[in-house]
């Protein structure tokens, strides 16, 4: 949505300079948000590129600073240790978090 919301920014304007100059610059820039519309940021397969949902420019990777988080979850008085994997957009850095298969303690994994 980021991507509709900034060509509608460049043709709903109260002032006539802020206003795209021409149907061609509409054009290269719908062109430019067709792809992430088209995949609005679903990981579908980790082989893919996986494209930011966010600013619909960069992509998310492992990031390997990151490679040994875990969340702590209390539940019922007793702690949890889940493993986490986190992904960062290369553009915007916004970042995504999904539980791995290497949860510190997967009997306590509830997915
Ligand atoms: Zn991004």
């Not at 062109?31 to 088209?38: K, N, S, T, V, Y």
């Amino acid at each position: 949505m980021p991507a509709v919301n900034k060509i509608l920014s460049k043709c709903i304007v109260e002032e006539e300079e802020d206003c795209l100059k021409s149907a061609d610059e509409l054009l290269t820039m719908v062109d430019q948000a067709i792809p992430g519309l088209r995949s609005p940021g679903q990981r579908l397969d980790a082989s893919l590129p996986w494209l930011c949902h966010v600013c619909g420019k960069g992509h998310y990777s492992a990031n390997p600073i990151y490679s040994d988080l875990t969340l702590d979850v209390h539940v019922a008085g007793r702690l949890n240790k889940w493993g986490l994997d986190l992904y960062v957009c290369d553009v915007c850095r916004h970042a995504e978090l999904f539980l791995n298969n290497m949860s510190a303690n997967r009997a306590s994994n509830p997915f």
